[in-house]
C-alpha cells in the first residue's frame, strides 16, 4: 500500500465512523491523531480523488460522507491481500501498456503525484534534463483552488510493458537504492521485492535523507531511486534494439544491461537471463522533496494515453556514464545475514541466559538520559506491547554516542530453531492497536536488504509514543509447522512470562492480526524490539536506527 493509498484508506476510516458528513478541518485533525501530518489543502485534494472514485460524496456545504462502495473498500482492504496486490497490479499495468513507440501512440503506465509550490517545476525540468528520469514527456494540471499542480510522468513499468509487446518477458524483481560515484553507478544499497509487499518498492524509499537526487544531478555522486528487472538472455539484443528507438522520441532511463548470468551492480542473476537496471519514475519527485518542499507521490497509478503527454523540455543531456564492467560484490540480502545470527542463539529459556540477538542504535551521550526517560514511559503506558530489556553499549568510534542495545524479535526464531522447531521470519510489519489489533503494513523479510520496521520508521509511519489516536506499532509475523505446535506454545509461553513481546500465537489457516500463514503451519506475532527506539525518534530526540546488529548475553541486560 502506497503512501498516498494508505492516506486514503485512513481518510475512509474516519469518515465511516461518523454519523454525518465531514468537513477537511475536521479529517485533517484527525488524520494528524493517526500520525499522518497532512494539511487541509491535501486533504481537499485526497477527498477529490475519493470523490471521483466513487468511495466518498459530498453533501452540500457540509463536507463529505462515505458511500457503499467505500465501505466496500475497507472491508476489502485487508493486508494479507495487499501484499500480493502490489505485484499483481504492476503485472497488469504491463500487460494494459499496449505504447507502439514507432507510431507514437498507446497507452503508459504513469506516476502521478501533487506538487503545492509552482517554482518546484524548474526542479522537475533540471532533474529530467540530466536523464534522471524514464521521460522527458510530462503532463502538467492545475487542480483545486490552491495552486496545486499535478504532475504526470511516465512510470518506468512502460518499458516492461513496451517489452512483453515484443514478445520479451521482463520480471519486475527489486525496487531499491542506487549508488552513483563520479557519475558512474556503482552498486544497490538497498532493495525490496516486488513480491509480497503492502509497500510499494521504491515508495519505502522516498525520503529525503535517503536518496540524494539533486547532488547526483549537479556533483555526479549521491543515491537514486532505481527498479530492476530480468529478461531471458535471448532477447538481450533485441531488447537493445527496442531502447535505442524508445530513446530518440524521449523514453530512456536505461542505466545498465548486463551480461547473461553476470551480476548486476550487486545483484546475481541467473543463468540464462540478462539484468536490467532503470532509473526509477519518481526520481525527479525525490529531488522536490529532497527541497524540503511538499509533494504528495503516487507510483503506477494508471494507465494513459501516451498522447497526452508531452516533452517538458527539448532534450536531455545524461550525467550518467556506463557501469564499470568489473565484477560488483553481491549485495547481502537481510535473511542470509540474520540466519547465521539466528542459528548462533543459544539462550536458555529455563536458566534465562545465553545469547540473543540485539539492535543497538546509537545517540548523543548528552540525549541519553531523556532517552532512557522515554523508553521506561512508553514500556509502563503500554507493558503488554513493549519489550522493556536494554543494555548500553559504548561506541568504539565515537567517544560522544552510545549505543542502546534492544532485543530483536529474530531472537524468537533463533530460540526456537535450538529447541528443534523450524521458524520462519515472513513480515515484519506496522501493527494497529485497535480491539483486535491488526497489521496495516507488511513486508516480506525474503527479498529485502533492509529491515521492514527501518522502513516504517523511517517514513514516520509509527505512533509508539502518542498519547492521541490509536497507537502503530512495530511487529513481526513468524511462521511455524503445525505439527510443532504444542511445544512451542509451550516455549513461547515461557518467554512472554520472562518479559518478550509475544502477541498473538494463531492457529493453522488462521488469518492472525491481518496476516496468514501458509496450510500446514501457524503463526506467531511478536513484538520489535526498535519500539522504544521508534519512542525515542517519535520525541524528536536524533537517533541512528540500527538493526539485527549483533549477539549479546541476556543475562547481561538491564530492564526499565
Given at each position: 500500500m ?9 481518510i ?34 485526497h ?6 472514485k ?22 476489502k ?46 526542479i522537475l ?20 483552488n490552491?495552486?496545486?499542480i ?23 524483481k ?16 538497498e ?13 519505502a ?5 535517503q ?5 547526483v ?11 530492476f ?8 539484443q533485441?531488447?537493445?534494439d ?25 545483484i ?12 526509477g ?27 497526452t ?15 564499470n564492467p568489473?565484477?560488483?560484490?553481491h549485495i547481502?540480502?537481510m ?9 548462533q ?47 548500553l ?7 560522544n554516542k ?59 509511519m509509527?505512533?509508539?509514543?502518542s498519547d492521541?489516536?490509536t ?11 503445525y ?7 509451550h516455549?513461547l ?10 502477541y ?24 520489535s ?24 548475553p ?7
Open positions: 502506497s503512501e498516498s493509498e494508505h492516506r486514503m484508506i485512513e475512509l476510516r474516519i469518515l465511516n465512523a461518523q454519523d454525518k458528513p465531514t468537513g477537511s478541518k475536521l479529517i485533517a485533525d484527525e488524520l494528524k491523531d493517526k500520525g499522518f501530518n497532512l494539511g487541509e489543502r491535501a486533504v481537499r485534494y477527498m477529490q480523488i475519493l470523490d471521483e466513487g468511495y466518498t460524496e459530498r453533501v452540500g456545504y457540509s463536507g463529505r460522507r462515505i458511500t457503499n462502495l467505500g465501505r466496500e473498500k475497507l472491508e482492504g485487508l493486508i494479507y491481500d495487499q501484499v500480493d496486490f502490489i505485484h499483481s497490479k504492476f503485472e497488469e499495468m504491463i500487460y494494459l501498456t499496449d505504447f507502439n513507440y514507432m507510431t507514437q501512440s498507446g497507452n503508459v503506465v504513469v506516476n502521478t503525484s501533487t506538487i503545492y509550490n509552482k517554482e518546484s517545476i524548474d525540468k533540471e532533474i529530467i534534463e540530466s536523464g534522471l528520469s524514464v521521460s522527458r514527456h510530462v503532463n502538467l494540471k492545475e487542480v483545486g490552491d495552486g496545486e499535478e504532475v504526470t510522468t511516465l512510470c518506468g513499468t512502460t518499458i516492461d510493458g513496451i517489452l512483453l509487446n515484443e514478445g520479451i518477458l521482463s520480471q519486475p527489486y525496487g531499491g537504492l542506487l549508488e552513483i560515484k563520479n557519475e558512474h553507478p556503482v552498486k544497490f544499497t532493495l525490496i521485492s516486488y513480491q509480497k509487499t503492502s509497500v510499494t518498492p521504491l515508495d524509499f522516498t525520503n529525503t535523507n536518496t540524494s537526487v539533486l547532488d544531478a549537479t556533483k555526479g555522486s549521491g543515491t537514486i531511486p532505481a527498479n528487472r530480468l529478461i531471458p538472455e535471448i532477447g538481450r533485441k531488447a537493445i527496442i531502447f535505442s528507438q524508445l530513446n530518440k522520441i524521449g523514453i530512456g532511463g536505461i542505466i545498465d544491461i548486463s551480461r547473461p548470468g553476470e551480476g548486476n551492480l550487486g546475481p542473476i541467473p543463468e540464462g537471463m540478462v539484468g536490467i537496471t532503470v532509473v519514475g519518481i526520481t525527479p519527485f525525490c529531488a522536490i522533496k529532497e527541497l524540503g518542499e511538499e509533494i504528495d507521490i503516487r507510483i503506477a497509478e494508471e494507465i494513459r494515453d501516451f498522447k503527454l508531452s516533452p517538458i523540455v527539448e532534450s536531455t543531456n545524461p550525467i550518467l556514464k556506463p557501469v568489473r565484477e560488483h560484490p547481502p540480502f535473511l542470509s545475514k540474520s540466519w547465521n545470527l539466528i542459528q542463539v543459544d539462550f536458555d529459556v529455563e536458566k534465562r541466559k545465553g545469547q540473543i540477538i540485539a539492535n543497538v542504535s546509537y545517540i548523543n551521550r548528552d540525549d541519553l538520559d531523556s532517552a532512557l526517560g522515554i523508553m521506561e514511559e512508553t514500556y509502563n503506558s503500554n507493558p503488554k506491547f513493549i519489550n522493556p530489556y536494554y543494555k553499549i559504548d561506541n568504539p568510534n565515537d567517544e552510545i549505543g542502546i542495545a534492544t532485543i530483536c524479535s529474530l531472537s524468537i526464531d533463533g530460540l526456537l530453531v535450538n529447541n528443534g522447531i523450524k521458524s520462519n521470519p515472513i513480515y515484519g510489519g506496522l501493527l494497529e492497536l485497535t480491539e483486535p489489533p491488526l497489521f496495516i503494513d507488511l513486508i516480506s523479510y525474503n527479498g529485502t536488504t533492509v529491515d521492514p520496521h527501518k522502513v516504517f520508521l523511517s517514513k514516520n509509527t505512533a509508539i509514543s492521541n489516536g497507537k502503530k506499532i512495530l511487529a513481526s509475523f513468524k511462521e511455524i509447522p505439527i510443532a505446535r504444542n511445544y512451542a506454545v516455549l509461553d515461557i518467554l512472554k512470562n520472562t518479559g518478550f513481546s509475544i498473538k500465537i494463531g492457529k493453522p489457516r488462521e488469518v492472525t492480526y491481518n496476516a496468514k500463514a501458509d496450510n500446514y503451519n501457524f503463526g506467531i506475532v511478536a513484538g524490539g526498535l519500539n522504544t527506539i521508534g519512542a525515542i525518534k517519535e520525541k524528536g530526540i536524533d537517533i541512528e536506527v540500527k538493526a539485527i546488529e549483533k549477539l549479546i541476556f543475562e547481561e541486560m538491564g530492564r526499565l
